[in-house]
């Protein structure tokens, strides 16, 4: 977290959102970091401050905090594809989990099987940020704060593309955990593939049961 009393602005940086150059950027600018503090805590002794955050699609966030975090210390290679989309459909199956008609992450897999605790931490339950910069947009995001004038890329690069390793399944989960982000920084829900969907196809997935 980064915090500037000269704008009045608190800076989230959700993990595997590809914008940990933005805080290298925003210290240029009166910004520095916060430590020893929740983000609970800060937006408690600062009310008024408003709270920017770094965004990314939800499903490239998900199959990263797995490729980064479980195979971290693996060599894959691209001939290992389809093991790497059935492990990644199994890890995500036993993580979100169906919980009446809402996904939920389940808390003693990710003890268990040391997986990343990031996925429940973003889901915006006490309070919504008042703007995003999406890793998509970064330039375009941070010019509109007013202040900020830099070009800045991204330049992250995955061997695999996060839109062909979803299992349908997967992907509604995914989709409902993080249903808040879709909505609020217009990704499509349907940004899981890169193949056309049928009409019938959207419509089971935005409207059928996990």
Known sequence: ??????????????????????SKILEKH?????EGKTEEE???EYPNYKVICGMKNPYERVFLLHFKGNLRS????KHHFEALKTDFNNWG?????PN???????ETFIAT???????????????????FVKSEDLTNDLN????IDDEIMNDEVTQFKFNQMYDFDLAKRVYRLYKKHFYLCDYCPFSFTDKELTDEEKISFLHDIV
């Open 93 to 97: 199956g036993q993580i979100l989990v």
């Open 74 to 77: 693996i060599q894959v290679k």
């Open 144 to 147: 509109k704060l007013g202040f």
């Open 1 to 22: 977290m980064n915090i500037s009393h000269e704008h009045k602005l608190i800076w989230l940086s959700p993990e595997m959102s590809g914008t940990e150059n933005v």
């Open 113 to 131: 099987n040391n997986s990343p605790k990031y996925l429940k931490k973003w889901v915006f339950d006490s309070k919504i940020p008042d703007f």
């Open 100 to 106: 009446k008609l809402k996904i939920q992450v389940d």
């Open 42 to 44: 800060l937006f408690e």
């Open 30 to 34: 009166g910004f520095f970091g916060v």
